[in-house]
């Protein structure tokens, strides 16, 4: 069974740019979640799709979005980008939404803002 | 306010020794408990989680945690360490389904002969 793929592994991008990140869920995966991994910061939730819908989202400002496709990909988009937001960008899926699912990441999208 | 803490950001420990890493929470009521393991280049992987029940969990790769309720700690602990052992271990909680797993800032293991 393939993993939680992303794309790109990496990515540079200057200040004030648009980056855009996918990901691919486990197969019979319908939850995918992203959360950011910069340095000193830890890894803080950013948004989380369930069945194609948003069912949460972090302390982050609107420029961060993104969408579920039918088949539950995702992609995270980041408008104006700042030199702030160099960091992983770290997706999990799960086969469900609840404590009990498990969450699966992936690899990472290491995002450079210069 | 609500958090989790992993007081040690940095721990050396010797191939063979034991190991126990710390995590603190700071919630109104007792959260879903988890440790997870982030290897260089990888993602995360989960080693274990509580939610009720016997206090002393075991995990993969020979890890265990025992959760204290009156010390809201959920340490990592294993046995004797092997030097693949070295990582970033997060601690992390959920509150409940709908809300997001939230993280401590993590704990890097270093493995030296």
């Known amino acids: 069974e393939a993993g939680v793929t992303q794309s790109p592994t990496h990515l540079i991008k200057t200040r004030g740019q648009q980056a855009t990140l996918r990901c691919s869920p486990i197969?019979?995966?319908?939850?995918v979640y992203w959360y950011q991994q910069a340095l000193g910061l830890g890894l803080q939730f950013l948004l989380w799709?369930?069945?194609?819908?948003?069912?949460n989202r972090g302390n982050f400002p609107p420029r961060f979005s993104g969408r579920q496709f039918p088949n539950y990909s995702s992609e995270l988009n980041v408008n104006a980008l700042e030199l702030e937001d160099s960091a992983l960008y770290l997706c999990?899926?799960?086969?469900?939404?609840?404590?009990?699912?498990?969450?699966?990441f992936g690899p990472g999208t290491r995002l450079t803002v210069t | 306010a609500q958090s989790v803490t992993q007081p040690d950001i940095h721990i050396t420990v010797s191939e063979g020794a034991s190991l126990e890493l710390r995590c603190n929470y700071s919630?109104?009521?007792?959260?879903?408990l988890f440790w997870y393991v982030q290897s260089p280049g990888q993602g995360l992987q989960l080693l274990l989680k509580?939610?009720?029940?016997?206090?002393l969990v075991q995990g993969i790769k020979g890890f265990e945690a025992e959760f204290k309720r009156s010390q809201s700690s959920f340490n990592l602990r294993k046995p004797s360490v092997h030097w693949s052992d070295a990582a970033e271990y997060f601690c992390?909680?959920?509150?409940?389904?709908?809300?997001?797993?939230?993280f401590g800032k993590g704990t890097r293991l270093s493995v030296i002969a």
């Open positions: 999990a899926s799960s086969r469900g939404w609840g404590v009990s699912y498990e969450q699966y």
């Open positions: 197969s019979g995966h319908t939850s």
């Open positions: 799709y369930d069945e194609g819908e948003e069912r």
């Open positions: 919630y109104g009521a007792t959260p879903y």
């Open positions: 509580y939610f009720s029940g016997d206090t």
């Open positions: 992390a909680v959920v509150l409940s389904g709908n809300t997001p797993l939230v």
